[in-house]
C-alpha cells in the first residue's frame, strides 16, 4: 500500500528562536538594573536602604546592651566586688597582725622590765642575806675572841697574882736576908712581910 508523500514544514527565516528569546530578556533584566543603580556610590548611603540598616542597627544594640547588662556587667561586678573583699580582708588581717605584733612587743618589754625588777631584788636580797651571815659570822668570831680574851686576861691576872705573891715572898726574904747581914740578927718573918709592904 501506497503512503502519500507529507510535505516539509515551511521555514521562515525571520521568526526568532525561544533561547533567543530567553537570553535577550535576561540582557534586559540586566541592564534594567544597572540603569536603576547606575547612580555610582554605596548602597549604605541610599535612603531606600536606611530603615532597615536602622532595624538592623537597633536589633544589634538591643542584643549588645542585654548581653553587657545581663552576662558581662555583673561578672565584672563580681570581679571588682571579690577584688575589694580580697582588699579588705588583706588590710583588715595586716592590721590585725600589726596590733597583735605591738601587744606581743608590749608584753615583751613588760616581761623583760619585770625580769629586770625581779633580777635587781633577787640581787638585793642576796646581798643583804650575805651581809646578814657576814654580820653574823662576825659576831659570833667576835664573841668567841672576847671568850678567849677573858679567859686570858683570868689566866694572866692569876698568874699575875701568883707573881706578886712570890715577889712579896721573895723581896721579905731578901729583905730579911740583907738586915741579917747588916745587922747580924734576922728580923721575924712578919716584919720583914710588914717592912717589904710599907716600902711598896
Do not use: C
Amino acid at each position: 500500500m501506497a503512503t502519500a508523500p507529507t510535505s516539509p514544514l515551511p521555514i521562515t527565516p525571520n521568526a526568532p528562536d525561544s533561547a533567543q528569546v530567553g537570553t535577550a530578556e535576561t540582557h534586559a533584566s540586566t541592564e534594567a538594573a544597572h540603569g536603576e543603580g547606575g547612580g555610582g556610590g554605596l548602597p549604605q548611603f541610599e535612603f531606600q536602604h536606611w530603615f532597615g540598616q536602622i532595624v538592623y542597627l537597633i536589633f544589634l544594640f538591643a542584643i549588645l546592651y542585654w548581653l553587657i547588662a545581663k552576662v558581662f556587667a555583673p561578672r565584672m561586678r563580681r570581679v571588682f566586688d571579690e577584688r575589694e573583699t580580697t582588699i579588705s580582708t588583706a588590710i583588715a588581717t595586716a592590721r590585725q597582725v600589726q596590733a597583735e605584733a605591738a601587744g606581743q612587743a608590749e608584753a615583751a618589754k613588760a616581761e623583760v622590765a619585770k625580769a629586770r625588777a625581779d633580777s635587781r631584788a633577787a640581787s638585793v636580797a642576796a646581798k643583804a642575806r650575805v651581809t646578814d651571815a657576814a654580820n653574823a659570822r662576825a659576831a659570833e668570831e667576835e664573841a668567841v675572841v672576847n671568850a678567849r680574851i677573858a679567859e686570858a686576861e683570868t689566866a694572866i691576872g692569876k698568874t699575875r697574882d701568883a707573881a706578886m705573891a712570890n715577889v712579896a715572898t721573895i723581896a721579905a726574904d731578901t729583905a730579911s736576908a740583907i738586915v741579917e747581914r747588916l745587922t747580924g740578927k734576922a728580923p721575924s718573918p712578919a716584919e720583914a712581910a710588914a717592912a717589904v709592904k710599907g716600902a711598896a
